[in-house]
């Protein structure tokens, strides 16, 4: 009997270390399996929550970055820039559009940033994300994004 309870004990211990190790890989304490859920995370938080520039898609390659951006207001919008800040802690890159960077309501626009800080084919990347913008009564407007956004580079 006495090898019985402990061996039941044992398997009860290690599936206790199991559930422990899962919960602990979810809240991100390991890098490699928290990667995906923070992209899932970001490319919902872009696609859906932000406001009033949504990123519906992009794609990052070396120090070239396409975002797909959607007006969601219901009035047109000007992006004067684009601020894209490696994280946490990187310096800064700013982008501003070679020609009128105007988006009408409910439309989309694809930027082609050529300027981003570079990344390396298969790497994850991690960049907060903020537009400078104008309406049509007020200049200077500023959406930073509450969550960066989070890939892999192609």
């Known amino acids: 009997m006495k090898g019985q309870g402990a061996t039941e004990y ?22 490699g399996l928290s990667s ?6 970001s490319r919902a938080y872009w ?4 406001s009033p520039f949504q990123i519906t898609d992009f794609r990052y390659s070396g120090t070239d970055l396409t975002l797909v951006v959607r007006n969601s207001r219901t009035e047109s919008l000007e992006i ?5 800040t490696p994280g946490p802690g990187g310096t800064p890159v700013v982008w501003t559009p070679s020609s009128s960077g105007s988006v009408g309501s409910g439309n989309t626009v694809t930027l082609e940033i050529d300027n981003a800080p570079s990344c390396s084919s ?14 049509n009564d007020i200049t200077g ?3 930073r994004g509450e969550k960066a956004l989070v890939g892999k580079c192609a």
């Open 47 to 50: 696609a859906g929550t932000a």
């Open 10 to 31: 044992l398997v009860l211990l290690g599936v206790v270390l199991i559930v422990a190790l899962v919960a602990i890989a979810l809240l991100g304490f390991f890098p």
């Open 80 to 84: 004067a820039n684009v601020t894209l």
């Open 122 to 135: 298969g790497d994850s990347f991690e960049m907060y994300v903020s537009f400078l913008y104008n309406t």
């Open 141 to 143: 407007n500023t959406q």
């Open 36 to 41: 995906d859920a923070k992209e899932t995370q």
